[in-house]
């Protein structure tokens, strides 16, 4: 919907697709530790493929404020990790935490070492 007002508004549509359809799905998870797991790079993640024990790590390239919605629509728990030396919520550095199946969450870069989850229902 925000694409629709901005480009009615005047935005340029190559501009309007950078910033408002970044979106990537039926993804696929990968690795089982947050050195091999699958990069995010998208604002909203959907993955659709999740084997038992893979995982996912939130954009290394993040700044303050930026936010990453991850979805999980696979048929195992996601585990998804913080870039290197960060850490989400009160989890430990480079710690991961579980993303149960058809759930999203909303992830916000406070800092170079914070983030916070917000899960859906």
């Known amino acids: 919907m925000l694409a629709y007002k901005a480009f009615g508004a005047g935005m340029p549509g190559l501009l309007l697709d950078?910033?408002?359809?970044?979106v990537a799905d039926t993804l696929t998870a990968t690795g089982t530790l947050q050195s091999d797991a699958y990069e995010?790079?998208?604002?909203i993640n959907s993955f659709s493929t999740v084997a038992s024990g893979t995982g996912a790590v939130l954009d290394s390239e993040a700044r303050k404020g930026d936010t990453q919605l991850i979805y999980n629509g696979g048929a195992n728990a996601l585990k998804v990790y913080p870039p290197s030396g960060a850490a989400i919520n009160g989890l430990a550095t480079n710690g991961g935490m579980l993303l149960a199946i058809r759930t999203a969450c909303q992830f916000t870069c406070i800092s170079?070492?914070?983030?916070?989850?917000?899960?859906s229902a």
């Open 18 to 22: 950078s910033m408002a359809r970044d």
């Open 40 to 43: 995010c790079t998208f604002a």
């Open 112 to 119: 170079t070492t914070q983030w916070t989850g917000v899960l």
